[in-house]
């Protein structure tokens, strides 16, 4: 079964910094480019960073450029997002999400970051 | 990376058909064949209902549909069933591997 799951979301203070994870199975993860994309409570969808699978082409939304950093381990099958200088309104559910054909095809059920004192 | 437009809601019968529609620029849906639409119900993560404006993915019901025309990319549910009942998202490709998201459609079967 092709899965992904994330882990690494809790509660961090303004400034603070968190790193989410992301471990993937059921497909061979160093052929797929991965994403994160997130959703505050209550809102919609937001796309926040891209990296290919031949690291290290990295993209990022421009709320976060700066702030976030995306990266891989494609030995381990697994895809993280380094998250610093954190704001209120980065308070999201973080879906790790996998790229195809320029669709996102495979979610992860998320993980909740909150950011508050 | 402005947010594509949709409308907040959209409803209709069992059995009848709803359109929901889909409105970006020439920097995104309008210069890109990459336009996507996600189901999300709540609690849950989203899920890919079409690719590449017109594309199901495999397991997903054929009352499902997508077209574009210019800056506007469209959903159609055909059929409605209780289950389809959830928000709906679009998404395009925007160009240097960047996405955009439309703000949601709150689907209601009546």
């Known amino acids: 079964e092709v899965q992904l799951v994330e882990s690494g979301g809790g509660l961090v203070e303004p400034g603070g910094s968190l790193r989410l994870s992301c471990e993937a199975s059921g497909f061979t993860f160093r052929s797929y480019s991965m994403n994160w994309v997130r959703q505050a409570p209550g809102k919609g969808l937001e796309w926040v960073s891209y990296?290919?699978?031949?690291?290290?082409?990295?993209y990022y939304a421009d709320s976060v450029k700066g702030r976030f950093t995306i990266s891989r381990d494609n030995a381990k099958n697994s895809l993280f997002l380094q998250m610093n200088n954190l704001r209120d309104e980065d308070t999201a559910v973080y879906y790790c999400?996998?790229?195809?054909?320029?669709?996102?095809?495979?979610w992860g059920q998320g993980t909740v970051v909150t950011v508050s004192p | 990376q402005s947010a594509l437009t949709q409308p907040p809601s959209a409803s209709g019968s069992r059995g009848q058909s709803v359109t929901i529609s889909c409105t970006g620029t020439?920097?995104?849906?309008?210069?890109?064949?990459?336009v996507s639409w996600f189901q999300q119900h709540p609690g849950k993560a989203p899920k890919l209902m079409i690719y590449a404006v017109t594309e199901r993915p495999s397991g997903v019901p054929d009352r499902f549909s997508g077209s574009k025309s210019g800056n506007t990319a469209s959903l159609t549910v055909s059929g409605l069933q209780p289950e389809d009942e959830a928000d709906y998202y679009c998404s395009s490709y925007a160009g240097s591997f960047t996405w955009v998201f439309g703000g949601g459609t709150k689907l209601t079967v009546l």
């Open positions: 999400v996998r790229d195809w054909t320029w669709a996102f095809d495979v």
């Open positions: 020439n920097s995104d849906v309008g210069g890109y064949n990459y």
């Open positions: 990296i290919n699978m031949n690291t290290p082409s990295t």
